[in-house]
């Protein structure tokens, strides 16, 4: 086997073992795309998304064997690997799953959800390739994606606990919690679980308050601040009109149904999003997880990698709705993500995607009043 040194590769590697890897996921993916074939299942966008896991896999094994040189194979198996999660993740949206139930379990697990998940794996590994990334440098960066999920995670959770103990302390003191006071808690756990999610990574880490990207207001922060509006705003009305055309459904983010059903609540909940929500997100999300990234990826690279967690730890957010339309709101926030990260990256001030974000939010929010 040759031994070569690629454009991004931190050392010398065998040019077989990245796309080799690649081949497992991709196998999982086409294993359980063809199921729901087998089962009778004859959508169009199943069989479209068991074709494209085909060509992922012919794709790896190609490279595997020197037959498709880095740069061509990668963009292949890339390039079919995100064809693969939009189909399914149409049909999924459509309300078809391909549910197979696990023997002695009782288990019912959704094969085209499994094509999903392998395919996105897929996509990551066919971008190191394309990159050049050796085997140890792909295994870091897993790791290191890995130890940035946990740590969004850990923000969730944090926010949970300290939501408990707030309501605890409140209930028992005044005897009851209204809605008001509940939001009140909401965004008070919100700021003290991601504060303190984020503290402990920088008191781990070694980082003093110098690590954190807070400039003061100058021409320039203040033109990226209106552009990344411009941006975010532009994303949702382009993914909307694209997801209406297509006929995706999306799901309701929960606070905005509690909006709509009390809209009093807007008193709380507008000025929040600005002063906490904004903020905290994108001090733990931008600040701490992108910015820790930056290490291990390209940056470019680390925004997709955060934008991947940021969507993933919202699922609780919407998921009072179909699995289909959880993950079509998902994506959208994946996209809409991609903007905070890019308007962070770009300017490395916390303070712009801060505004961006909480501005964003209580628009979206003033419109369910407005409305």
């Known amino acids: 086997m040759s031994e070569t040194v690629r454009s991004g590769a931190e050392d010398p590697v065998d040019d077989s073992l ?19 074939i087998r089962g009778g299942v004859d959508d169009p966008f199943v069989w479209l998304a068991a074709a494209f896991t085909v060509v992922t896999v ?91 999920m946990g740590l969004g995670f850990a923000g969730l959770l944090s926010m949970a606990f300290v939501s408990i103990f707030l309501f605890t302390l409140v ?55 209106v552009g990344g509006l411009v941006m975010i705003f532009g994303a949702l009305v382009a993914i909307s009109l694209l997801m209406t055309a297509v006929g995706v459904d999306t799901a309701e983010h929960g606070t905005a149904q509690q909006a709509e059903q009390n809209p009093e609540l807007l008193v709380v909940i507008i000025p929040a999003m600005i002063l906490i929500v ?34 993933a730890v919202h699922v609780a957010a919407y998921a009072t709705a179909g699995a289909g339309e959880v993950l079509a709101s998902l994506m959208v926030l994946f996209g809409l993500s991609l903007v905070l990260g890019f308007v962070y990256e770009r300017t490395d001030n916390l303070v712009v995607p801060a505004v961006v974000h909480g501005c964003f939010n209580a628009a979206q929010m003033a419109m369910i009043y407005l409305a």
């Open 18 to 36: 990245v796309p080799s890897l690649g081949v497992v996921p991709a196998s999982v993916a086409l294993a359980a795309a063809f199921v729901p």
């Open 58 to 148: 012919v794709a790896f094994l190609a490279r595997r064997h020197g037959a498709l040189e880095p740069e061509l194979g990668g963009l292949a198996a890339a390039g079919s690997s995100l064809l693969v999660v939009l189909c399914a993740g149409y049909a999924l949206n459509q309300g078809i799953s391909g549910p197979v139930t696990v023997p002695g379990l009782e288990w019912t697990v959704s094969m085209l959800f499994l094509a999903f998940v392998a395919a996105g794996g897929s996509i990551g590994i066919a971008a190191a390739d394309y990159a050049g990334v050796s085997p140890r440098g792909l295994i870091r960066r897993v790791l290191r994606f890995s130890t940035m």
């Open 171 to 225: 209930t028992t003191f005044s005897g009851g919690v209204s809605e008001l006071d509940g939001q009140l808690v909401q965004y008070a756990s919100t700021a003290i679980g991601l504060g303190s999610i984020a503290a402990v990574y920088l008191l781990w880490r070694g980082h003093d308050l110098s690590y954190l990207d807070l400039e003061r207001p100058s021409v320039r922060s203040i033109l990226w601040t």
């Open 278 to 311: 904004g903020p905290f997100e994108e001090l733990l999300y931008r600040n701490v997880i992108q910015k820790s990234l930056y290490d291990t990826f390209s940056r470019y690279g680390a925004v997709v990698v955060t934008s991947v967690i940021f969507a």
